[in-house]
């Protein structure tokens, strides 16, 4: 189990607690602190030599960021399934057992992800679960259920990393973390791409949300930038930046593990440069729009009728 740290003292008690009290222990966990200055460090360097179970703990001499902290704590372990662990959450008793059991049926499985609770930060819970939050529709389920999740997540990441696990052979296979993609959306892609992943409906984790969450699901905020989202001009640039780097790292996946490139990628191309380069004119813009609409790429690539009327108002 990887658990990276960074100024999560407030949080951490109930979170190392719970993974005391799973039905099946973690074999190892290896905890990496990214320069907290709120006590985590000592908190877990204590913790550690008291845990009734092997645990090392690892320290930052700069600041690393969360995405290459994980990337640094996953290759400390040595074990055949490795979770991620977040700081501030709270994993359910079963988490581990459930996980670790659809592994042992499905072996083709690389990662594997699940539903949450979420939570505000007195663990109260706010009466909606993850997949919910995120409007995870039938189709998408039964596509990642199918083995086709490459294609959903090209249009968007669905893989919490507090809720999911993979095997360490998918390491060969993702090392090292591109730097601009978050570390769970890319061992998802990375998993899709060169083999299998899934998902499971049951939640296993209380996701907590607060105000220092480095990421997390704010709801009173999440609902409002459905239809909007960011600042008018900027969401097209970071949605030409992370669909460029995708299509970057998947093509370069598939050659070096001699698989075949999706057979989507020539298509999702055309729909990226178009949203990448809409006219400015309004009438000239609706129009490309109408037209892009028709070849159904938007409904594939992107989030239909919601990314529509984002382009038709330019934001």
């Known amino acids: 189990m990887a658990l990276c740290t960074f100024n999560g003292r407030a949080y951490l008690g109930e979170q190392l607690a719970s993974l005391l009290a799973q039905e099946r222990r973690p074999d190892q966990i290896a ?68 996980m670790a059991q659809e592994f042992e049926e499905h072996q083709d499985l690389l990662l594997l992800h699940t539903d949450a609770r979420l939570v505000d930060a007195a663990a109260q819970d706010l009466g909606v679960s993850l997949f919910e939050a995120l409007r995870l529709s039938d189709n998408e389920r039964q596509a990642v259920l199918a083995g086709n999740a490459l294609e959903i997540l090209c249009r968007r990441n669905l893989v919490t990393g507090a809720t999911a696990a993979f095997r360490r052979c998918l390491l060969e296979i993702a090392l090292p973390f591109p730097t601009a993609l978050v570390h769970d959306e890319w061992l998802a892609i990375a998993s899709a791409t060169c083999g299998r992943m899934s998902l499971l409906d049951t939640p296993t984790i209380l996701y907590r949300q607060h105000a220092n969450n480095a990421l997390g699901m704010p709801l009173s905020k999440w609902r ?36 075949e490139p999706p057979p989507f990628l020539p298509e999702m191309k055309k729909h990226v440069a178009f949203r990448s380069n809409l006219p400015t004119g309004n009438l000239k813009r609706i129009a490309s729009i109408f037209s892009e609409w028709k070849s159904g790429r938007y409904h594939v690539f992107s989030n239909g009728i919601r990314s529509v009327a984002r382009d038709i108002l330019n934001r």
């Open 31 to 98: 905890i990496y602190d990214d320069g907290s200055v709120d006590g985590s460090w000592e908190f877990v360097q204590e913790w550690a030599q008291n845990a009734p179970l092997p645990v090392s703990v690892h320290r930052h001499a700069e600041r690393m960021g969360y995405v290459k902290n994980f990337e640094a704590a996953v290759q400390a372990l040595d074990t055949d399934l490795i979770f991620l662990c977040d700081q501030d959450d709270i994993w359910l008793p079963n988490k581990i057992s459930l």
């Open 224 to 259: 409002i930038r459905q239809l909007l989202g960011a600042p008018s001009g900027q969401f097209h640039k970071r949605y030409a930046a992370r669909q460029g780097e995708l299509m970057k790292q998947i093509s370069k996946l598939s050659s070096m593990h001699a698989v």
